[in-house]
T-cell receptor, first 114, second 114 residues
Framework: GENVEQHPSTLSVQEGDSAVIKCTYS??????FPWYKQELGKRPQLIID?????GEKKDQRIAVTLNKTAKHFSLHITETQPEDSAVYFC?????????????FGKGTKLSVKP | DADVTQTPRNRITKTGKRIMLECSQT?????MYWYRQDPGLGLRLIYY???????NKGEISDGYSVSRQAQAKFSLSLESAIPNQTALYFC?????????????FGPGTRLTVL
């Protein structure tokens, strides 16, 4: 089955700097890759996703890149702000496969220092 | 997301007790999921249901059972709770894959087994 590795587990940046979180996946059939943000004491919420027919997707200060050959994808946050502090989870899904379940990485705790 | 609710929000119980966690949704989604979250381990799938008559085990189903009482309700039971089931439990829903794969999480239930 699918296995998703996420790095780093913790990341601390200064406000205004960029942050990058990387994930690798094992199943080449996976074709949907979302990122969820979980603020302290809150539920995870989708912030951006990418499908395997696209190499990059941007939404204001966040972007996701996908390298299907290497089976890795990354979340990029530019001009970080204190409110970006949260735990971020990547996930992979075999869209259209027999199970179609998300497999999550273990999470990255991002701290943005003012 | 107020469309997915969980009860109770917090529960403290003793080893050996039977516990039921309930999830309700008003999103009209067919797909429902139960995850547990432990520090450093991310979100792990316990059970999932793609419709009322479809129940499937996830990654860590041992010690748990579920019931899909209706499209809108999905309950998780711990038949005989043990301390290592202490965790934060999330219910989630998603619509059909043809319209996207975003999962909408409930607010979570914090369970402590003494």
């Amino acid at each position: 089955g699918e296995n998703v590795e996420q790095h780093p587990s913790t990341l601390s940046v200064q406000e205004g700097d960029s942050a990058v979180i990387k994930c690798t996946y094992s199943d080449s059939a996976s074709n949907y890759f979302p990122w969820y943000k979980q603020e302290l004491g809150k539920r995870p919420q989708l912030i951006i996703d990418i499908r395997s027919n696209v190499g990059e997707k941007k939404d204001q200060r966040i972007a996701v890149t996908l390298n299907k050959t290497a089976k890795h994808f990354s979340l990029h946050i530019t001009e970080t702000q204190p409110e970006d502090s949260a735990v971020y989870f990547c996930a992979a899904l075999n869209y259209g496969g027999s199970q179609g379940n998300l497999i999550f990485g273990k999470g990255t705790k991002l701290s943005v220092k003012p | 997301d107020a469309d997915v609710t969980q009860t109770p929000r917090n529960r403290i119980t003793k080893t050996g007790k039977r516990i039921m966690l309930e999830c309700s949704q008003t999103k009209g989604h067919d797909r429902m999921y139960w995850y547990r979250q432990d520090p450093g381990l991310g979100l792990r799938l316990i059970y999932y249901s793609f419709d009322v008559k479809d129940i499937n085990k996830g990654e860590i189903s041992d010690g748990y059972s579920v019931s899909r009482q209706a499209q809108a309700k999905f309950s998780l039971s711990l038949e005989s709770a043990i301390p290592n089931q202490t965790a934060l439990y999330f219910c989630a829903t998603s619509g059909p894959q043809r319209v996207g794969n975003e999962q909408f999480f409930g607010p979570g239930t914090r369970l402590t087994v003494l």
